[in-house]
Antibody, heavy 121, light 107 residues
Framework: QLQLQASGPGLVKPSETLSLTCTVS??????????WGWIRQPPGKGLEWIGS???????YHNPSLKSRVTISVDTSKNQFSLKLNSVTAADTAVYYC?????????????WGQGTMVSVSS | EIVLTQSPGTLSLSPGERATLACRAS???????LAWYQQKPGQAPRLLIY???SRPTDIPDRFSGSGSGTDFTLTISRLEPEDFAVYHC????????FGQGTKLEMK
C-alpha cells in the first residue's frame, strides 16, 4: 500500500532555508510513471501547489515560488525533497507531499499526512 | 493563472439533505481537468472526483461531480455525518491551482 511521510524541522528562522523530505513506501520511485508533488496550506487558508518532480529529476514549479524553490529526488532512498529559501512568516504552513495521477499538471490521488512548519525568530 | 472561486464559503445543512457546492474558473478549464477533495480537521485532503465527474473506486457514489468549461459542481446526494468537512476544487488544465475551499457544516 502506497504511503508518503513528510518530515523536517518544525521551526525555521526568517531568511533561512526550509528543508523537507518525503519518504515514499509501497512503491518504488525508480521507473514510476507519475509525478510527485509538494503542496502547502497556511493556517486557516486554502491549498497552494509548490512544485512537482519525476523520478528522472524533471521538475515543474509554481511560478510565484519558482525562484526560491528546489525540488530533488533520491531514488536510492525512495525520497524526494523540498528546499525553500529566504523564508518569511508567509511561508508558515502545513506542507504536504503527494502522488499525482500521472503528469506534473494532474490531480493528487494519494497524500502524506503533512508536516507543520512555522517561520519565526 | 486560472483563479478558482468556490461558493458558498460556508454551507450549513443537516444529515440526509443534499449538498451542492460550486467552483467557478476565471477561464475555461482545458479538457475539464477539475478535481474535488475533501479535507477533515487535522487530516490531508482526499481525492473525491477527477476529470470533473470521475470517481475513484473507493469513493461512495453519493458524491458526484458535474460541469464543464468554467462552471463545476460537486453534489453530495444525501449527507452522512462523516461528510461534514472542507471541500476544495483544483484545476489542472493549465498548471495547477486550487480554490479557497467551502466549509460544509452541520446545521
Amino acid at each position: 500500500q502506497l504511503q508518503l511521510q513528510a518530515s523536517g524541522p518544525g521551526l525555521v528562522k526568517p531568511s533561512e532555508t526550509l528543508s523537507l523530505t518525503c519518504t515514499v513506501s509501497g512503491v518504488s520511485l525508480s521507473g514510476s510513471t507519475y509525478y510527485w508533488g509538494w503542496i502547502r496550506q497556511p493556517p486557516g487558508k486554502g491549498l497552494e501547489w509548490i512544485g512537482s518532480i519525476y523520478y528522472s529529476g524533471t521538475t515543474y514549479h509554481n511560478p510565484s515560488l519558482k525562484s526560491r524553490v528546489t525540488i530533488s529526488v533520491d531514488t536510492s532512498k525512495n525520497q524526494f525533497s523540498l528546499k525553500l529559501n529566504s523564508v518569511t512568516a508567509a511561508d508558515t504552513a502545513v506542507y504536504y507531499c503527494a502522488k499525482q495521477h500521472g503528469r506534473w499538471d494532474d490531480c493528487f490521488d494519494t497524500w502524506g499526512q503533512g508536516t507543520m512548519v512555522s517561520v519565526s525568530s | 493563472e486560472i483563479v478558482l472561486t468556490q461558493s458558498p464559503g460556508t454551507l450549513s445543512l443537516s444529515p440526509g439533505e443534499r449538498a451542492t457546492l460550486a467552483c467557478r474558473a476565471s477561464q475555461s478549464v482545458r479538457n475539464n481537468f477539475l478535481a474535488w477533495y475533501q479535507q477533515k480537521p487535522g487530516q490531508a485532503p482526499r481525492l473525491l472526483i477527477y476529470s470533473a465527474s470521475s470517481r475513484p473506486t473507493d469513493i461512495p457514489d453519493r458524491f458526484s461531480g458535474s460541469g464543464s468549461g468554467t462552471d463545476f459542481t460537486l453534489t453530495i446526494s444525501r449527507l452522512e455525518p462523516e461528510d461534514f468537512a472542507v471541500y476544495h476544487c483544483q484545476q489542472y488544465g493549465s498548471s495547477v491551482t486550487f480554490g479557497q475551499g467551502t466549509k460544509l457544516e452541520m446545521k
